[in-house]
């Protein structure tokens, strides 16, 4: 017995070797395809969520994400919902946002993207606080905080 688990384990071995050899070479490869099934995507987390509503103005788009409600299993209680300005931004940001499309607004943000200041006034109580203001590469983007 001592000798058949000896054989099985360099053939193992030998076998998984082999196996290593044959896949190095194409390991760039399969990670493009994997990347790019369709049950593969970048977290919410990341991308602020996907787009719910796009509003264009004179020179830019404001474009407000769905609400991210991220938890280990399911959804949490706390969330935040993404905003961004895309284009040539103005001196002064000042926009209402109804990020639940209820048709009730949910809260006004004021920006000074020179100065980087940025305002938040709440008019729903599941709003909280801006948890980041920052300019973009393609704009300006805030996150705020809400609750479910």
């Known amino acids: 017995m001592k000798k058949v688990k000896m054989i099985f384990g360099i053939s193992w071995a030998f076998l998984c070797l082999v196996l290593i050899i044959i896949l190095f070479p194409g390991l760039n490869g399969m990670s493009a395809k994997m990347a790019s099934l369709p049950f593969m995507k970048i977290n919410r987390n990341y991308t602020g969520g996907e787009p719910a509503r796009e509003i264009v103005m004179q020179s830019c788009t404001l474009v407000v994400r769905k609400p991210v409600f991220n938890g280990l299993i399911g959804e949490g209680k706390e969330g935040f919902v993404q905003v961004d300005w895309r284009?040539?931004?103005?001196?002064?940001?000042?926009?209402?946002?109804d990020y639940?499309?209820?048709g009730n607004p949910d809260f006004v943000v004021k920006i000074s993207p020179p100065q980087t200041a940025a305002g938040l006034l709440v008019l729903n109580p599941k709003v909280k606080q801006?948890?980041?203001?920052?300019?973009?590469s393609y704009g300006w983007a805030i996150?705020?905080?809400i609750n479910k």
């Open 87 to 97: 284009g040539k931004l103005p001196s002064l940001i000042n926009d209402t946002i």
């Open 143 to 145: 996150r705020v905080n």
């Open 130 to 136: 801006i948890r980041i203001s920052t300019p973009t």
């Open 100 to 102: 639940n499309l209820d």
